[in-house]
């Protein structure tokens, strides 16, 4: 829009005066009606002759009366080129300020003379005005919120011109000989997409101008893009349309223009032509490229609104194309477009964001016509008239205020500007020094000089003595050489010396006026010393200089005088005008500036003046600090860094503390109407928040610390809905978000820059407070005497685990012992365990090794291998424990939100909203160690209830609780020939008890298959010519354990042993005084009914962690009642060696089987057993009952 400028209107006021019968002040009046209301009284450029007329327009802006008033608010409405009711900042200004006060602010008072008060008035408040529309940051930033449409258009005559002006320029090139045939040429241009002529539609701007029904910009905004589809449907098959595709199809049909096989294929026929031209009809006479180029230029011909023989149809089609497509412009590009990338006949429109003018009014040399750079930068397309159509609707879509899109682009924009104001003022500080320099150079009169630079090297020769020295030439003093040469050193010379250089020391040749001359080293003045005898100087290379001298630099610094600054300037820059500049600083930095535009009226309506103003900008004392930064030293924080204490229940959520990620305020940039009337309830930050991922890094730098996180049924339950990956969506939902003990706990443990992020769950604050027995860090009876130990651990647990990344290890593996800093990061933790342990064993604990073995070949390794739907239970027990999310999703999850009502700074302010993460302390969480610890030892207690069952063990579950003991053993054996190194060696086993049993009958029913075979294999072996169960229940109440896993865990490294309690119960009924509930249920019940119980409540709340009511099985680790035992056979050679500190046990081999007695080559001495923990024991585990009952064989699930 345009602005008339003040001078413009003052000339004509101040004219009109004395003219009666001008129609210089009427056409300016005329001109505001045209840009405020769209219609003129001046279109032939004169006006209304009638000196009646004159005099009702000068006396409309002379008298006092409402009629000047409607006319004075209409010239100031034209002066912003707007209506008077399109909220813009003029509009207000004019509406609603009072303009005698305003004047008198402003000083200006009505003399004799001069121009009335109203005249003054309105001189005032289109200054004002103008100061606002041009001078405006937050204008500027909105603005780049626009838009305008294009459509590829012929060579008409316009375009015409215009093309062969681009040839006469030698800026395109065809393969036409433009002097012989220019539209021939210019239609090869066009078919070749070398030149794209265009008319394009005027700017469509968001804030362009307000509704009148609801008072927004984005509601006008979308009326006029809807227009705007609405026509191109309505004409998108009109005689014009129809037209231009036909031009484009006359080549290539319904394919682009410059089709590759369509050029082929006109190629052919143009040789069939040529070639067979001699036969007259009887020859090829396909159409020729020149024919077609021709057919072309006729059609681009019609192309106007006065073509000869045009339809009224067609020229009403074409004063409308042209009305809403009124600019012309175009594209050239010397190698045109690729065929495969170019447009068809039906994709004609283009759509490009941003404003028009890219550069200066400009010529071609002997151009006809004034042209600028047209900004292209944000254009996509060429669309087809529904595909258009399309994009116009999304573009509404998306940058609607609820996707806060135009509230992060504004905001990066406006600061972007306004740090490129404090980076003016800090050049200039940086300036000062060389600035002040000129100016004390200027005042000496060496300014000139030194603009002029050094001056070529002519360096002056001087013969003195016999030799000859040159400027620059380096020369030591063999005596004490004095300056001037005359001087006298004594206390009481009459002559005093300026400078003495004493012997030895080095200095430059700079000869004066034909004298021997040395500007010496250490001479602070750096003045030209003048030297009587060539007998007191040596010669020096040039590189030679004494240590640490500064006036060995003398000659380079004679030789580029001017060029550096001095300390004097340096100085009063420091000590004046920094200091100064520091103190503002303080003052402005986080402070308020307001700039008083005007009084408003007495009898101003001040709710429909706040119906159109907006309100301040809350990001503007944060941009402050940054801007003063250079001068205060201020800092910003990122966003989360800072945490403070919590407003809701510490007791709740105890140690907790909130770190603020967001600010957002209500309905901003402002309010948005739905379709049905009602007023879109939605946030936007007042900031841009940042990247997802980086802000999480933020987070994750901060150890020791879990944050409370909703789960995804809890954030379906709660209706916090993440919207990140849909932009065109409203992003932030205007109402609270609450932090909530029923959520998780999580530990970030892994953020790449994309992909996956990776943290580990636990207990909720309900389930702390409640049950911390289940939510206390894991325990361990016997720690890991080494990280390698603790490390193979870990790894055996890793096999086949997905969830469980190098991060989660690493964090175990430096933090057990303490052995790395707790603040280091993930990747100095990783660096510094693989140190510790190795490339190789790091390699196998974290690299892909562990995960791309077949699944066959993970199932055998696994510590669960064996036991039923131990695949699945595996995958729960880690997906309790690891878990990822996409970046955006997880801090979505991570966040909560709550009001912190209005400012109040004004009259219009908006409710505001703090977003935050929750806090809590959790150092000793350590999932790696969590998932590896219960994931071997569940499988541990599951298969010595699996065994029991195998072995005829049916009292296990009869009992309220069941105690199950495993001991680790040790089978001696020795070689006949003792002359041996390996003539002993020992075989490891295991076996299991249940208290208050001594003996039992197998359940394995043993059958021989073929004559020879045993099945089932795992549980039966062939003795004495038959099937026999392999364990079983012997007199001492052991039974023989074959499991791996089961040995393993009691014999690796030492001989141990353990006893596991079971205890089955609601979590409410478990405390920590006691291992289990005081119950008289026995465990098989429990554990069926809280298979049912359990999956009820889950169903009946899904969205809920922590259950008191809920079923659990707790395994309780103990020490074996006995310690070590032993027992030798008669005789036995090792005896001594088998029993040292054990005690003897005569029935402790009773659940051997024959065969574990026996040895190829050896004899079976004896027997150990083990007492103390294994490494890494835990003191309990909890389990699901349905692991349980699946493990003893009552539970069966479908594979």
């Not at 964090?811 to 490339?839: F, V």
Request: charged fraction near 25%; charge should be negative.
């Amino acid at each position: 829009s345009s602005v008339v400028p003040l001078s413009l209107w003052a000339a004509a006021v101040l004219t009109m005066r004395n003219l009666s019968r001008s129609c210089l002040l009427v056409s300016v009046s005329c001109y505001f009606l045209s840009a405020a209301a769209e219609t003129s009284q001046c279109a032939d450029g004169s006006c209304n002759d009638s000196k009646a007329g004159d005099e009702e327009g000068f006396m409309q802006l002379k008298s006092p009366s409402k009629a000047i008033a409607a006319s004075r608010k209409g010239i100031k409405a034209a002066l912003i080129g707007k209506t008077d009711s399109d909220g813009s900042p003029g509009q207000t200004i004019s509406t609603f300020c009072n303009g005698t006060e305003l004047a008198s602010m402003h000083g200006v008072m009505a003399e004799d003379g001069a121009l009335s008060q109203e005249q003054l008035e309105d001189r005032v408040m289109a200054s004002v005005t103008t100061e606002m529309e041009s001078n405006n940051v937050d204008k500027v930033a909105r603005d780049m919120f626009t838009m305008y449409l294009c459509v590829r258009w012929v060579p008409d005559q316009v375009f015409w011109k215009l093309a062969r002006q681009e040839l006469a320029a030698e800026l395109l090139e065809s393969v036409v000989d433009d002097q012989e045939a220019v539209e021939q040429a210019v239609a090869e241009l066009y078919r070749t997409y070398k030149f794209v002529p265009m008319l394009c539609s005027s700017n469509l701007n968001v804030f362009d101008q307000t509704d009148s029904e609801d008072n927004t910009y984005f509601r006008h905004f979308a009326k006029q893009v809807t227009k705007l589809s609405n026509w191109l449907q309505d004409h998108g098959n009109d005689t014009v349309a129809r037209r231009l595709q036909s031009v484009d199809n006359i080549f290539c049909g319904g394919k682009n223009m410059n089709d590759e096989g369509c050029n082929a294929h006109q190629g052919f026929d143009d040789f069939m032509t040529s070639a067979t031209s001699i036969l007259g009809s009887w020859g090829w006479n396909a159409e020729t490229k020149k024919d077609k180029w021709h057919a072309m230029a006729d059609l681009f011909n019609q192309f106007r609104v006065d073509a000869p023989g045009a339809s009224a149809q067609w020229r009403q089609n074409m004063a409308e194309w042209k009305k809403s497509f009124p600019f012309h412009s175009f594209v050239s590009k010397q190698d045109g477009m690729p065929s495969k990338s170019s447009p068809t006949s039906s994709q004609r429109f283009l759509v490009c964001f941003g404003k028009r003018v890219a550069s200066e009014l400009h010529r071609r040399p002997a151009g006809r016509y004034i042209m600028t750079d047209q900004n292209n930068l944000g254009c996509h397309g060429f669309w087809d008239v529904k595909e258009v159509a399309n994009m116009l609707r999304r573009t509404v879509e998306l940058w609607k205020p609820p996707t806060c899109q135009m509230a992060e682009m504004t905001y990066v924009l406006k600061k972007k500007m306004l740090m490129m104001y404090a980076k003016m003022s800090e050049k200039l500080f940086d300036a000062l020094p060389s600035l002040v320099n000129d100016e004390q150079m200027q005042e000496e009169g060496t300014l000139e000089a030194a603009l002029e630079g050094p001056s070529v090297f002519d360096p002056t020769t001087v013969s003195h003595g016999g030799r000859y020295y040159v400027d620059g030439m380096r020369v030591k003093a063999v005596v004490d050489v004095l300056d001037p040469p005359d001087c006298d050193r004594s206390i009481f010379g009459s002559k005093k010396c300026r400078y003495v250089a004493s012997q030895g020391s080095y200095g430059t040749v700079s000869n004066s006026y034909g004298k021997l001359a040395v500007v010496w080293d250490g001479d602070d003045e750096q003045k030209r010393a003048t030297v009587s005898s060539a007998d007191a100087l040596k010669v020096v290379p040039r590189s030679w200089r004494a240590q640490d001298s500064l006036g060995s630099k003398a000659w380079d610094l004679v030789a580029s005088m001017g060029s550096s600054i001095s300390s004097a300037a340096q100085s009063l820059v420091d000590s004046l005008y920094s200091p100064r500049q520091t103190n503002l600083g303080q003052l402005l930095s986080g402070s308020t500036s307001k700039w008083v535009v005007c009084p408003i009226r007495n009898d101003a309506d001040l709710q429909e003046l706040d119906g159109q103003l907006g309100v301040e900008d809350p990001a503007m004392q944060d941009m402050q600090k940054e801007a003063y930064a250079a001068w205060t030293g201020y800092k910003a924080s990122l966003p989360g860094e800072k945490c403070t204490s919590p407003t809701f229940s510490p007791t709740e959520f105890p140690g907790s503390e909130v770190c603020e990620i967001s600010e957002l305020h209500a309905d901003h940039l402002e309010k948005y109407t739905l379709p049905d009337g009602r007023l879109e309830q939605f946030l936007c930050p007042i900031k841009v928040s940042l990247p997802a991922p980086e802000q999480l890094n933020v987070l994750l730098d901060k150890p020791g610390k879990c944050y409370l996180h909703m789960t995804n049924k809890q954030l379906r339950q709660y209706r916090w809905q993440y919207n990140g990956d849909f932009p065109a969506r409203k992003q932030n939902d205007r109402k609270p978000n609450l932090p909530n003990i029923e959520y998780e706990l999580i530990k970030l443990l892994r953020v790449p820059g994309s992909g996956e992020v990776s943290y580990a769950t636990t207990c909720s604050p309900a389930e702390q407070l409640a049950s911390p027995r289940f939510c206390k860090p894991m325990q361990l009876h016997n720690k890991w005497p080494s990280v390698a130990e603790m490390a193979e651990s870990i790894g055996t647990a890793a096999i086949g685990s997905v969830g469980m990344g190098a991060s989660s290890i690493a964090s175990a593996i430096s933090g057990y012992g303490g052995i790395l800093s707790a603040n280091a990061s993930a990747g100095e933790k990783a660096k510094g365990a693989a140190h510790l342990l190795g490339e190789e064993v790091w390699d196998s604990l974290t690299g892909v090794g562990r995960l791309v073995s077949s699944t066959a070949e993970s199932a055998v390794k696994s510590v669960s291998y064996g036991l039923p739907g131990a695949a699945q239970r595996d995958e729960r027990i880690e997906s309790e424990i690891f878990a990822t999310s996409e970046a955006g999703l997880l801090l979505h999850s991570l966040s909560f939100q709550e009001s912190i009502g209005k400012s109040g700074h004004t009259s219009n302010s908006k409710e505001r909203y703090t977003r935050y993460v929750v806090t809590m302390p959790c150092p000793h969480f350590d999932p790696a160690l969590e998932f590896s610890v219960k994931k071997t030892w569940s499988a541990v207690v599951l298969k010595m209830v699996a065994s029991a069952g195998r072995n005829g063990v049916s009292s296990l579950l009869e009992k309220p609780s069941a105690e199950l003991a495993l001991r680790g053993e040790s089978r001696y054996f020795v070689r006949n020939n003792k002359q041996t190194s390996d003539s002993e060696w020992e075989t490891s086993g295991a076996s299991l008890a249940l208290s208050g049993i001594s003996s039992g009958e197998p359940a394995v029913t043993c059958k021989a298959k073929w004559g020879f075979k045993c099945y089932p294999q795992e549980g039966c072996e062939r003795s004495w010519g038959s099937c026999v169960p392999k364990a079983k229940v012997s007199s001492s109440g052991y039974w023989r354990a074959d499991d791996p896993t089961l040995i393993n865990s009691v014999t690796k490294g030492s001989l141990g042993g353990v006893t596991v309690t079971l205890y089955c119960g609601m979590k409410q009924d478990f405390d920590n005084t006691a291992n289990g509930p005081n119950s008289q249920v026995p465990l098989q019940e429990c554990l069926q009914k809280g298979v049912e119980e359990n999956a009820k409540i889950r169903a009946k709340e899904p969205w809920k962690l922590y259950f008191p009511e809920e079923t659990v099985v707790v395994a309780v680790f103990g020490a074996l009642p006995s310690g070590e035992a032993c027992k030798t056979e008669s005789g036995a050679q090792a005896a001594t060696k088998i029993c040292s500190g054990a005690n003897t046990d005569s029935n402790l081999d009773a659940h051997l089987i024959e065969s574990d007695k026996k040895s190829s080559d050896g004899r079976y001495q004896g027997i150990r057993s083990g007492a103390g923990f294994p490494k890494g024991t835990p003191y309990e585990l909890v389990l699901r009952p349905e692991d349980v009952l699946e493990a003893a064989g009552l539970m069966k699930r479908l594979l």
